[in-house]
């Protein structure tokens, strides 16, 4: 069975500023990988995901994340952070056989510093 | 709107009393779930539909709860005799039906159980 670890419960960063949410992941095979935001009182928005192919995948809003294998990483990335970013953010695997759920990760709140 | 809608968004029940959440996914999506949401928690896999057929109802948490899709589009969630634990938010989300196609989802029905 799939598992996720998002290590960092809160981060803090200060406008403008780069940010880099970890996600870990266990899955035998090849993952179906998701980042989610989630503000408050909404429901989940994707912001990217990784089937295959490329390992750098690019999303909304500025985001990007790199599918490590060999770390079994899928970080979540933006050069520069704007007010509007802060919220929570989930990250998601789905398996490649058998059931079609997604199993997610804790969430990192992300709170951005003026 | 053409997204992924959830009712009520809110709903407060005293314990013991029966509950109906409903759904109603993107027009087109064959693959419907339903998630819960405990607070300062990642959504947890609750049970996946695909058109009317329920193939995978192994989250559901105890005989009290059912759910159904009965002509393949709007699903209704229903727990029996609620109990102060299953206060959460309960997130549906819907996809196109291939195995990775991204799932959306709705804003969720926040239940309180006094």
């Known amino acids: 069975a799939q598992s996720v670890t998002q290590p960092d419960i809160h981060i803090t960063v200060s406008e403008g500023a780069s940010l880099e949410l970890r996600c870990n992941y266990s899955y035998g095979a090849t993952p179906y990988l998701f980042w989610y935001v989630q503000s408050p009182g909404q429901g989940l928005q994707l912001l990217l995901k990784y089937f295959s192919g490329d390992t750098l995948v690019q999303g909304i809003k500025g985001f990007e994340a790199e599918f490590k294998r060999s770390q079994s990483s899928f970080n979540l990335r933006k050069p520069s952070v704007h007010w509007s970013d802060a919220a929570e953010y989930f990250c998601?695997?789905?398996?490649?056989?058998?059931?079609?759920?997604?199993?997610f990760g804790q969430g990192t709140r992300l709170t951005i510093n003026p | 709107g053409a997204g992924v809608s959830q009712s009520p968004r809110y709903k407060v029940a005293k314990r013991g009393q029966d509950v109906a959440l409903r759904c109603d996914p993107i027009?087109?999506?064959?693959?419907l779930f339903w998630y819960q949401q405990a607070l300062g928690q990642g959504p947890e896999f609750l049970t996946y539909f695909q058109n009317e057929a329920q193939l995978d109802k192994s989250g559901l948490p105890s005989d009290r709860f059912f759910a159904e899709r009965p002509e393949g589009s709007v699903s209704t969630l229903k727990i029996q005799r609620t109990q102060q634990e299953d206060s959460a938010v309960y997130l549906c989300?819907?996809?196109?039906?291939?195995?990775?196609?991204?799932?959306?989802f709705g804003d969720g029905t926040r239940l309180s159980i006094l």
């Open positions: 027009s087109g999506h064959v693959s």
């Open positions: 989300a819907s996809s196109l039906g291939s195995r990775g196609q991204p799932q959306h």
């Open positions: 998601a695997v789905g398996a490649s056989q058998g059931a079609q759920k997604l199993v």
